[in-house]
């Protein structure tokens, strides 16, 4: 058993070389060994009472054919309830395991004789203005800052609670926020922005954090990371407690909006899959989709980190990406949103009414041959 562990824990380690991504890590690790008895490994034992070594001998010895044990595999799994996409996962973990341990396995075979459960896809509700002020009026100061800022910034959870002061600028208006390549999903360092709102929200909470001073010299606080708190590590359950302390620091996010959200009952909704209307990734949706239909659909998939669009980010001066953000930052305010957008389309209003007189001055001039000064010129 200890060399099967070596070997497991050879295997993992090269996924993380890949990916870099804890989370895959404990995935795939599950995968191949699930306390619940749910795990590749498991099935082995029950299915032929072998390892996965003597599987490897197995094979070899043409007792047995990988595709049919790969296609029992789904069906343990789809026998204890476990929904498609969970199972396209654990099934690609144990590929990639028994590839490891010197079991040669073809795709397209693969694809061909393993049969896969038909995915549901199910519609989520999406995350509303009035959803985000009611729950910032509801949870704690700090999850107030942590809402507001990934709800104006795109950012992935996993990529806020590794981030440091030394990120953050707050001389550029709008306030530039700058993601490192590693503790982003693609690997790639990228910008965001934050919203005015999330920009005092976030120096109050580091007002009060940290003693940080905006007048003052604050580079001994420039690594800290912000929403990385040691709580984290003192909360953590135990068989988490090896995990790294960004991994930790988020589930011990999501755990707290889980719990606040336990106490409204109103917002406490689930979409049809079962899972919460309200969720941080719900966040990041809610942005992508407002500034989609601000600013195109580029600009928002850019700031979001989605690698294909990124070239077309670049190609802009830094002045067009703010004043892209600008122009999207009265939709992503969330206090008092309805005076702000009844502003903004009271003024969009007034600007295509001033421009249609405009036009109709400037054709009344030359109908009377009157000369049309240039404007532009100072």
């Not at 990529?159 to 982003?184: G, K, N």
């Not at 659909?297 to 989605?306: S, T, V």
């Amino acid at each position: 058993m200890h060399n099967l562990n070596d070997t497991l824990e050879d295997y993992l380690s090269s996924i993380y070389i890949m990916s870099h991504s804890h989370r895959t890590m404990t995935s795939y690790r599950l995968s191949i060994v699930n306390k619940n008895q749910v795990g590749f490994r498991n099935f082995l034992q029950q299915r032929y009472g072998i390892d996965e070594m003597q599987l490897v001998e197995r094979i070899k010895n043409q007792e047995l054919d990988i595709y049919k044990v790969l296609s029992e595999f789904v069906l343990f799994l789809d026998k204890r309830g476990y929904k498609p996409k969970t199972i396209q996962v654990r099934l690609a973990a144990a590929k990639g395991y028994l590839r490891h341990i010197g079991i040669k396995i073809s795709t397209d075979e693969c694809k061909h004789s393993v049969r896969m459960p038909k995915p549901i896809r199910y519609r989520d509700e999406p995350i509303t203005k009035e959803m985000i002020l009611r729950l910032l009026r509801n949870v704690s100061p700090n999850l107030q800052t942590i809402i507001l800022v990934l709800s104006s910034s795109g950012m992935r959870i996993g990529e806020l609670v590794q981030l440091r002061i030394s990120d953050i600028d707050f001389t550029s208006r709008p306030t530039r926020i700058r993601i490192r390549a590693e503790t982003t999903k693609t690997r790639e360092e990228r910008e965001t922005f934050i919203t005015a709102e999330a920009t005092n929200s976030l120096k109050d909470y580091l007002k009060k954090c940290y003693s940080w001073n905006e007048s003052h010299d604050n580079s001994h606080l420039k690594n800290i990371m912000i929403f990385g708190r040691a709580s984290a590590l003192k909360t953590a359950p135990k068989q988490d407690i090896h995990a790294p302390e960004s991994l930790l620091a988020s589930n011990l996010l999501i755990r707290n909006l889980a719990n606040a959200l336990a106490r409204m009952p109103d917002l406490d909704e689930k979409n049809s899959n079962g899972r919460r209307v309200i969720h941080f990734h719900g966040l990041r949706k809610f942005f992508r989709t407002t500034v989609g239909n601000v600013c195109g659909r580029d600009f928002a998939e850019a700031l979001i980190g989605h690698g294909f669009y990124m070239d077309t980010y670049y190609v802009l001066s830094e002045p067009q990406k703010r004043e892209l953000y600008l122009k999207a930052e009265p939709y992503l305010t969330i206090s008092d949103f309805k005076a702000v957008e009844q502003n903004m389309e009271d003024l969009t209003a007034k600007c295509a009414n001033l421009e249609s007189q405009f036009e109709q001055l400037k054709q009344y001039l030359r109908l009377n041959s009157v000369p049309i000064p240039d404007f532009n010129k100072r």
